[in-house]
């Protein structure tokens, strides 16, 4: 059984599709493309396809990360183009990788957030950061299906930062703040909306519009510089490592036109 690993995106109004959505939407996709899954057992098959810490409802997101577990082997690459040719422009299949090591899930220590703050000023979201990042602990509280839990935001954000809109997707020539926050992977997990309402809190930061949230990256977490690294890497580097040339082994060449 071949196991292989995707990276895929969430962009433009896709971003509203629910995880649920993303599942049906991905399982038409492995049918049109003929993909040879493996199905588990019992009276309700389905087919073998691990998801690992999907984005919420509404956010975008550059990584996104799944497993599926084939009955025939299949070129990764391959495979990711005639995936991405099945799903919808927004639901974009961009890595594939044959698993070769254990414990993808367990490598999404961090994220990587963008939150576009139009109608903020830059300095605004400067000093409502600098405060939010000075504070021991910021409470906030969210509702669950058990009730109103409060619970703390500072601690798993490593770093909270105003970066430039230049380049962004901003509006025009308007007002418009961009944070960049890198927050561990925590139980309860923090979520971008949990910061928000920490600046709010802690700074009186209230962005006259809902803000824009893409996620940029999750992997390992990098704790000496504070950045989030490819999970991926690592299968990369083992199908490296066990490649003929990696080897030393002399690779078979077919003279010119012997075929």
Request: aromatic share 4%.
């Amino acid at each position: 059984m071949q196991r292989i690993r995707l990276r895929y995106t969430k962009r433009g109004r896709l971003r509203f599709t629910s995880h649920r959505d993303f599942q049906r939407a991905f399982e038409r996709a492995l049918r049109r493309a003929e993909v040879p899954m493996a199905y588990s057992a019992g009276f309700t098959p389905h087919p073998k396809v691990s998801y690992a810490n999907a984005a919420p409802t509404g956010v975008g997101s550059e990584a996104e990360y799944l497993e599926i577990a084939l009955t025939e082997p299949r070129d990764p690459q391959r495979l990711r183009a005639l995936l991405d040719e099945s799903l919808p422009d927004g639901l974009d299949v961009t890595d594939a990788v044959e698993a070769r090591t254990s414990g993808l899930a367990d490598r999404l220590e961090a994220s990587v957030w963008q939150l576009r703050l139009d109608g903020v000023d830059p300095a605004e979201a400067r000093r409502a950061a600098d405060a939010f990042l000075a504070a021991e602990a910021v409470e906030v509280r969210r509702t669950t299906k058990n009730g109103v839990r409060a619970f703390d935001a500072r601690g798993a954000v490593v770093s909270l930062t105003e970066v430039s809109p230049d380049g962004a997707d901003g509006p025009g020539q308007a007002a418009c703040a961009i944070l960049r926050l890198v927050v561990r992977h925590l139980t309860p997990a923090v979520r971008p909306d949990d910061v928000l309402s920490g600046l709010r809190a802690t700074a009186d930061l209230a962005p006259p519009v809902p803000a824009a949230v893409t996620r940029l990256a999750q992997g390992p977490l990098d704790e000496e510089s504070g950045t989030v690294t490819d999970p991926l890497s690592p299968d990369r580097d083992a199908a490296l490592a066990a490649s003929p040339t990696a080897a030393g082994l002399p690779v078979a060449t077919v003279p010119a036109g012997s075929a």
